[in-house]
């Protein structure tokens, strides 16, 4: 094939299949780091290109129509056995040839900073890139528990009581120990 075996799922048959497995592979990718663990899951609006077979591919892209003249890139995978082989960059290569040739404007994706790899992939091409948008985390704190200071309860284990589950009458007394905290 021209498109160094590059398949475009077919939405009847191989779809069903692709998803599955790209949901694994998301599932792997996270677990590596290289993808963010605070995304939707896919729903089958996503078109999906792969190399190998559609219920066991060695890569994938899956990408959708983000609006407003922009293709966004929601996965480029590759398995671990098989990467550092060019085909991730086909596989991008196939998105763009794909999106610019249905009259799409922009192809947009994010990664995860540390993800040297995917960083290294789309810097190395010339092709011009824009950053778009920069994606910060910020860590917050645990928020205290409110705990009773009769019985020990806790806003998220609360105490049972005659009515049901305990409330608060104060800010460290549930309703199920406020009659003895007054003996």
């Not at 475009?8 to 993808?35: F, H, S």
């Not at 928020?143 to 608060?168: F, S």
Request: hydrophobic residues 40%.
């Amino acid at each position: 094939m021209s498109n160094g075996g590059i398949r475009l799922a077919n939405p009847v048959g191989e779809i069903a299949d692709l998803l599955a497995a790209t949901r694994r592979g998301l599932a792997a990718a996270q677990k590596e780091g290289a993808i963010t663990t605070l995304r939707a899951d896919i729903d089958g609006g996503e078109a999906c290109l792969y190399v190998g077979l559609a219920s066991a591919p060695l890569a994938f892209a899956t990408f959708y129509d983000a609006g407003l003249g922009r293709v966004w890139l929601d996965v480029l995978y590759v398995r671990p056995g098989f990467r550092r082989k060019g085909l991730g960059r086909a596989l991008l290569a196939e998105v763009e040839r794909q999106s610019a040739g249905s009259g799409f404007k922009h192809l947009l994706f994010g990664t995860g900073f540390d993800n040297r790899a995917m960083r290294e992939l789309v810097e190395s091409a010339a092709r011009g890139i824009t950053p778009a948008f920069v994606e910060y985390r910020i860590d917050l704190p645990a928020p205290e528990q409110r705990r009773c200071r009769v019985c020990g309860c806790t806003q998220l284990n609360a105490c049972m009581t005659g009515a049901g589950p305990c409330g608060w009458v104060e800010a460290d007394l549930c309703s199920g120990c406020a009659g003895e905290a007054k003996r």
